[in-house]
């Protein structure tokens, strides 16, 4: 009886330390941005690291591009859906003021090809296709 009791007690006091106060809003969210350029991957043998530059856009100077996100696609082995990834300051947040004007970088892609045959890469501007590019891999 000693041991139950002994643990509600234990239990209950780590609850007690649990704070209820919400956490602040992030500073920067994770958005989608626009692919406006991509130039073609040349054909690659196994093992080599394929390059790709790519140039996006976003409506305002506060977004920065921070990646890519690149996920296999349900198509088929060796396809790929990328997507720009920018952050940007939180609306939430009240001190957040954004210089006019259009964002645009070039930045390049790479990745290491570890199998042979044909590459499909998919690019996507939300939910819209932006572009595909197909390259072969000896």
Do not use: W
């Amino acid at each position: 009886m000693k041991i139950p009791v002994l643990c509600a007690v234990i239990l209950a006091g780590a609850a007690s330390c649990l704070k209820t106060e919400s956490l602040p809003p992030a500073e920067r969210l994770y958005v989608p941005i626009t692919i406006t350029g991509v130039s073609p991957i040349p054909d690659a043998e196994v093992g080599d690291t394929v390059s790709t530059n790519i140039s996006v856009q976003a409506p305002n100077l506060c977004y920065k591009l921070e990646g890519f996100d690149v996920r296999s696609s349900s198509l088929g082995v060796n396809q790929f859906e990328v997507q720009a990834i920018a952050s940007v300051p939180n609306p939430q947040r009240a001190d957040t003021t954004c210089p006019t004007g259009i964002y645009a970088k070039d930045s390049t892609f790479k990745f290491k090809v570890s199998t042979g045959g044909r590459y499909i890469l998919r690019y996507y501007n939300n939910q819209q296709l932006y572009r595909a590019d197909t390259f072969e891999v000896n």
